[in-house]
């Protein structure tokens, strides 16, 4: 079994940086895809970025592409969403979660948010 420990939330103005802290443990990590995921206030919960430790690719999703990257440490087992030119619709909780390798990050998706391995939640909140 996979768990996750998140780090790097916090309070930040707009247009300031901010990473947040993936750390997976498990035998079996390697096995799994690692994402990011957000909920705002009365919104769903939104893919914002993953990783696939297992074939190395990786995603970013349309709304926060050119400012937020994903990136991993393979020693570390750490993955880390850093955040560049924030904005106050940034705010949310961020999710870690991580889910078996699937073909396509759609498919990712759908099978970590009905059985996937989820981090404890860090909160971000940009103020304009």
């Known amino acids: 079994q996979v768990q996750l420990v998140e780090s790097g939330g916090g309070s930040v103005q707009a247009g300031d940086s901010l990473k947040l802290s993936c750390e997976a443990s498990?035998?079996?990590?390697?096995?799994?895809?690692v994402g990011w995921f957000r909920r705002a206030p009365g919104r769903k919960r939104e893919f914002v970025a993953g990783l696939s430790w297992f074939h190395g690719g990786t995603y970013v999703a349309d709304s926060v592409k050119g400012r937020f990257t994903i990136s991993g440490d393979n020693a570390k087992r750490t993955v880390y969403l850093q955040m560049n030119r924030t904005k106050p619709e940034d705010t949310a909780i961020y999710y870690c979660?991580?889910?078996?390798?699937?073909?396509?990050?759609?498919?990712?998706?759908?099978?970590?948010?009905?059985?996937?391995?989820w981090g404890q939640g860090t909160q971000v909140t940009v103020s304009s």
């Open positions: 498990g035998r079996t990590v390697s096995r799994y895809s």
């Open positions: 979660a991580a889910g078996v390798v699937t073909v396509g990050w759609s498919a990712w998706v759908r099978s970590t948010l009905q059985g996937g391995v």
